[in-house]
């Protein structure tokens, strides 16, 4: 499998232009959505890099996907954009399979999810900065939209 690269954002669909007011002749160009992977275990109390997310990007989705559940005295899972707190889980004590999800929970946080800033992200966690874990183990996903650096989309909107 090779790899490639790509300033974004990409320009998909079929009808680049609109040329009428039907489908297939509206346009239907859209951004990219793409993601990035990081393993997780409790014992990752230092700040550790999830992903670098280009300038400009929306997060769209940002997840712990667990292998073995999260369990311990009052742990918290944060989540930081270039070094601010973005998102962070409740106090975890009995743990819970399945998925753990990221939501901001300001308006300043909403902001940084909308848009990661004009320049690169990087995106880093600590666990159980307010207790301790005795299991846990996982891997982040973290799902974003490509966009310009100044956060916009090309095409920026539908027109007729």
């Known amino acids: ?9 990409w320009l998909l669909g079929t009808v680049k232009n609109t040329t009428g007011t039907v489908a297939g002749t509206i346009r239907n160009t859209g951004v990219t959505s793409v993601g990035q992977t990081d ?9 550790s890099t999830v992903a670098v997310l280009p300038a400009g ?31 962070a889980t409740s106090a975890i004590t009995a743990g819970a399979s399945g998925i753990i999800s990221f ?3 300001s308006d300043a946080q909403t902001a940084l999810f909308a848009n990661v800033g ?10 159980g900065s307010s207790g301790t874990f005795s ?19 090309a095409p920026t909107a539908y027109t007729a």
């Open 57 to 87: 990007s929306l997060i769209t989705n940002l997840a712990l996907y667990q292998t073995t559940k999260f369990a311990g005295t009052s742990g918290v899972i944060t989540i930081y954009l270039n070094g601010t707190a973005i998102a």
């Open 135 to 153: 299991a846990g183990a996982g891997f982040f996903l973290v799902e974003y939209l490509v966009r310009n650096s100044d956060g916009s989309s």
């Open 103 to 105: 939501a901001p929970a």
């Open 118 to 127: 004009s320049t690169d992200a990087i995106i880093t966690y600590t666990v």
């Open 39 to 47: 393993p997780v275990t409790y014992t990752d109390t230092a700040a």
């Open 1 to 9: 499998m090779g790899l490639a690269t790509h300033l974004g954002p």
